[in-house]
């Protein structure tokens, strides 16, 4: 892949009336993407209130006291928390230019993301397997969607993650997939940030 | 291999087989005459892989165009059904036919006329006013019309192949549900309101950044267009309401697809809440619907009164109140779903207090006319057909927000003339006035404004008829839905006037499109020469008619709510004299690819192909990773062929 | 397009630093250690517990949006700080919203099957 042969025309009518002098494509992609998590906030805030109002209808199955493990929920959180660090300090890398130790920090961010969809694959097929699915009751339903829509977004970034990688291995660091880094970033901090929501919400008072 | 789908999909109603047919004949016939003309690859560079918004918003109301077309045909064939369908008569239509054609009149007027003249509108109007010559996110753009105009032709796909959904428009479990309704028609809307929803979130995210970051140098907030500013609002309704409409679909389908239970009747699942859930964003939208159209009017009445906007500020704030309020009244849809008083009453509060920023814009427009110099033109008609329509609507909506009230009226014909005269008497004349406004702007010719007046007085006149008597038969009893009622109920007159209405809207339909081809075919002599033929005050009256594909040769700077007028009273700020290179952005086939590989995608699922269903989204995943890999391109244009396209305008307008 | 910046001028406006990722690191271990330990733990009960966990957690969502997202640092006019309030705002009206109709709703329905299987329809 080509890099950027930037057209660059030296502003000379440097205006102090412009409203926002950030129009380039670094700050409106920041914008622009930060905007779209937001809307998936309200997302997952639409998941957790249908999680909040249908947590108690276990019709005669399992509640959450049942079925909850705190140990594996304790592992998770970690592991998020492990790689949302070694994730920034990917892109710290990658503002230092060290093309090695971008593609080292973000493998270690992917094994780390890899082994919590696994655990979480895990828990689910273990629930499945018992006859604890979702389609045994309301509350299971929200349990498996909240928590595996969470899962899925993961996901993504894995496979994300391995676009940028190679990404970083053909072209480098560029104007592009620097910005590109630092939007994955945000993508994959705001996932360690739901998930405090859902650890705490979901595992700490399901269980109390 | 094909799912769940068989020949037996093919198979209609006897009133559902002329539809389908008609269909499919005007789509051969388009086909047809795009071949002949041998234009497909003018279509393909010029508009098909586009990420112009000049074109994006011409195909985006062209399309809702179209649509319109299919819902007004549903509302046609519903007004007729309830003429005729009397005691022992019972019309021409089916019930679950029936049942079909008010879930799809509703899905097709909002999600594709409605938010489609928003965004066309937008597309075309925004950049300009903003002294901007792109949006922000120019491909992001144009995949949120694909992702729409797939939406659209899948709701095509479902009136030939199989059923549509026969659960009203917003598809209430768990009649919805799988055990209910377990064939392909709500399937078919999950997906139809599924892709148009995503599209509609993605082009929300585009506006806002684009008004935030886009603007020309001098353009503060407090010196936008006022249409600028409602569809700044409307987007922040867009992208804060839409993800709840995303997650509810998707917990919809999971009900239907893998057993689960949300809303299900038994295993614990709660109905009630979809609706609270759907409302939550249901109501955001139909203020996404309203704004733009109070936009347009706050664009076209100062113009036509050649007074400047009577209370900006006001109206601004006003637009802010109306957006946050819209957040806090949902519960006003289900009043009768058996909720206390306590929140019944907060709810009913809240939504009689939307009533006063909307009572502001109302009388500022009228205080902008009083003494002004008023011209009669048809767009201004349109506004006062707005202003008697939408106030009488918006009445009975202060009415009905009294909870004791609308446990009488609920889902009567009383509740949908209420809406109706929002939708149509606010939204629909609010873009028809925009159309007619800008139309000359976009197209570079006029349209007959003879034509416009005539077609103007058939819409009001059958509006009037084909909704005031629904008060009355609300009143009656008369229920929303009806295929069939009883002969004791004294109805059917007042049914029949209605019907008449609908007939007479359907002549005003039919100047208008007459009106569209003879102002086509007489175009060469109706040019607008000048770029500004209503001596318009915002920046896009600044350019040709139609705009190049750059907007601006040179950024404008501005220092005045009016620039135009700023300029004609000789107080705007120098401009620059200087041409630069313009960088644009290269077109795409990538935003139709996505949007055709969605349409297959939607129809897979509802068909239950499952490795078509599967393909098809890895194959969209393949183009993002494409797209999303590329570095940035761009076509330049040098100073110099600026300058040259610039003096061929002006040697044009001078040899006129 | 002019206003094009450099790799250089980019990287500036990301605002990330090894401090920032150490500060994030241990306060989010630290609250979330504090979160399991009091439940584990009984440390609290009822409401009390309910209450403490919560303010952990936005503590913890606070300090990850401060020195993992950056939140507040970015060039003025700051419009990630004005849509991140926006969209607290309406999150808070329509998860608080939601919970306040279905409570209200769910009492008034009297149901107590949400619980138990059905019994068969009596005829």
């Not at chain 2, 598809?171 to 309704?181: H, M, Q, T």
């Not at chain 2, 309401?241 to 038994?266: C, E, K, N, Q, W």
Request: charged residues 10%.
């Amino acid at each position: 892949m080509e890099t950027l042969a930037v057209h660059h025309t030296h502003d000379s009518h440097a205006d102090t009336r412009v409203p926002d002098p950030h129009q380039d494509t670094f700050s409106k992609t920041i914008l622009g993407f930060w905007m779209y998590l937001m809307t998936d906030c309200i997302l997952f805030a639409t998941l957790f209130a249908t999680y909040a109002v249908l947590h108690n209808s276990t019709f005669g199955g399992p509640s959450s006291r049942d079925i909850f493990s705190l140990s594996i929920a304790s592992i998770e959180t970690m592991i998020l928390l492990f790689s949302s660090v070694t994730c920034g300090l990917g892109v710290l890398s990658a503002v230092h230019s060290k093309k090695n130790q971008i593609i080292l920090w973000f493998a270690l961010t992917f094994v780390l993301g890899a082994s919590f969809v696994a655990i979480e694959l895990h828990e689910f097929s273990h629930l499945v397997l018992e006859g604890n699915s979702w389609n045994r009751s309301a509350f299971l339903s929200s349990f498996f969607t909240l928590v595996g829509t969470h899962g899925l977004h993961v996901t993504v970034g894995l496979f994300w993650m391995i676009v940028m990688i190679v990404q970083v291995l053909l072209s480098g660091i560029t104007v592009a997939t620097f910005r590109r880094l630092v939007v994955f970033s945000m993508f994959w901090h705001f996932l360690d940030l739901v998930w405090i929501f859902i650890f705490t919400i979901v595992y700490l008072m399901g269980v109390i | 291999m094909f799912g769940r789908l068989t020949l037996e999909a093919f198979k209609h109603e006897p009133s559902q087989n002329f539809a389908v047919v008609m269909m499919v004949l005007t789509g051969i016939g388009i086909m047809g005459a795009i071949t002949y003309s041998k234009k497909w690859k003018w279509l393909w560079d010029e508009w098909f892989t586009s990420v112009d918004p000049k074109k994006i918003g011409l195909m985006y109301i062209i399309v809702a165009l179209l649509m319109f077309f299919k819902g007004f045909s549903d509302a046609l064939m519903m007004r007729l059904q309830q003429a005729l369908s009397v005691g022992d008569a019972h019309g021409f239509i089916a019930p679950g036919h029936f049942q079909e054609i008010f879930s799809a009149h509703g899905t097709t007027m909002i999600f594709f006329v409605g938010m489609g003249v928003v965004f066309g509108l937008m597309n075309l109007v925004i950049p300009l006013q903003i002294g901007a010559r792109d949006v922000a996110y120019p491909f992001l753009n144009a995949l949120g019309f694909w992702l729409f105009a797939a939406a659209s032709v899948l709701s095509l796909f479902s009136l030939a192949i199989g059923k549509f959904s026969a659960t009203g428009w917003l598809a209430y479990p768990p009649l919805s549900g799988i055990e209910y309704s377990p064939d392909e028609g709500v399937d078919y809307w999950i997906w139809i309101v599924q892709i148009a929803g995503i599209g509609s979130t993605l082009s929300g995210i585009n506006f806002i950044v684009t008004i935030l970051k886009m603007r020309c140098p001098g353009m503060t907030f407090m010196k936008m267009p006022i249409f600028v500013w409602s569809g700044l609002c409307a987007m922040v309704l867009v992208i804060f309401a839409f993800p709840i409409l995303t997650a509810t679909l998707v917990l919809l389908s999971l009900d239907r697809y893998l057993g689960m239970h949300f809303f299900t009747a038994g295993f614990g699942g709660n109905p009630m809440m979809y609706i609270n859930l759907i409302w939550a964003w249901g109501h955001p939208e139909v203020y996404i619907l309203i704004l733009p159209a109070f936009g347009i009017f706050s664009e076209v009445v100062p113009t036509f009164s050649e007074k400047r906007l009577f209370g900006y500020a006001s109206m601004v704030w006003a637009l802010i109140v109306i957006t946050f309020l819209s957040f806090v009244v949902w519960l006003h849809h289900f009043f009768t779903m058996g909720a206390s008083s306590g929140v019944n009453a907060f709810f009913g509060i809240m939504t009689m207090l939307i009533a006063i920023p909307t009572g502001v814009k109302l009388f500022n427009w009228l205080f902008t006319k009083f003494r002004g110099r008023v011209h009669f033109t048809s767009p201004m008609l349109w506004f006062f057909a707005f202003v008697l329509n939408f106030s009488i609507g918006g009445m009975t909506g202060i009415l009905l927000s009294a909870p004791p009230v609308d446990y009488q009226a609920h889902n009567s014909l009383f509740l949908i003339a209420h809406f109706h005269g929002m939708v149509i008497g606010g939204m629909l004349f609010g873009f028809f006035c925009g159309f007619t406004y800008w139309f000359p702007k976009f197209t570079g010719f006029f349209l007959s404004e003879r034509l416009n007046i005539y077609a103007f007085w058939c819409w009001f006149t059958g509006f009037l008829l084909a909704f005031m008597p629904l008060y009355m038969l609300g009143f009656m009893g008369a229920t929303r839905r009806l295929d069939h009622y009883e002969a004791s109920t004294g109805w059917q007159p007042l049914f029949i006037i209605v019907g008449i209405g609908a007939l007479i809207i359907l002549c005003g339909v039919g100047v208008q499109i007459y009106g569209l081809f003879m102002s086509i075919k007489d175009r060469k002599k109706n040019l607008d020469v000048t770029g500004n033929p209503w001596n318009g005050r915002t920046l896009e009256w600044s350019t040709p008619s139609p705009p190049p594909i750059y907007n601006f040769a040179i950024t404008p700077i501005v220092d005045d709510l009016d620039p135009l007028w700023a300029i004609k009273e000789g107080h705007a700020p120098p401009q620059n004299k200087n041409y630069e290179d313009i960088h644009l952005p290269k077109n795409t086939p990538m935003g139709l690819y996505i949007g055709i590989l969605s349409l297959i995608f939607g129809f897979a699922m509802t068909w239950y192909m499952t490795w078509l269903a599967l393909a098809s989204f890895v194959a969209i995943v393949i183009c993002l990773i494409i797209r999303l890999s590329g570095e940035d391109e761009h076509e330049m244009i040098t100073a110099k062929q600026v300058k040259e396209m610039e003096a061929a305008h002006l040697s044009k307008q001078g040899a006129r | 397009m002019s206003h094009e910046l450099s790799l250089k001028e980019i990287k500036k406006e990301w605002h990330g630093t090894l401090k920032s990722y150490v500060i994030g690191f241990i306060t989010s271990i630290l609250l979330t250690a504090a979160s399991f330990y009091i439940v584990i733990a009984k440390v609290f009960t009822g409401s009390v517990l309910v209450l403490t966990i919560t303010m952990l957690a936005l503590a913890q969502a606070i300090f990850q949006l401060r020195y993992f997202l950056h939140l507040g640092q970015e060039a003025k006019p700051r419009w990630e700080s004005v849509v991140f309030y926006f969209m607290i705002m309406v999150l808070l009206i329509i998860a608080i919203g939601s919970l306040w109709i279905m409570h209200d709703l769910n009492d008034r329905v009297m149901s107590d099957m949400t619980n138990m299987p059905m019994e068969k329809h009596h005829d």
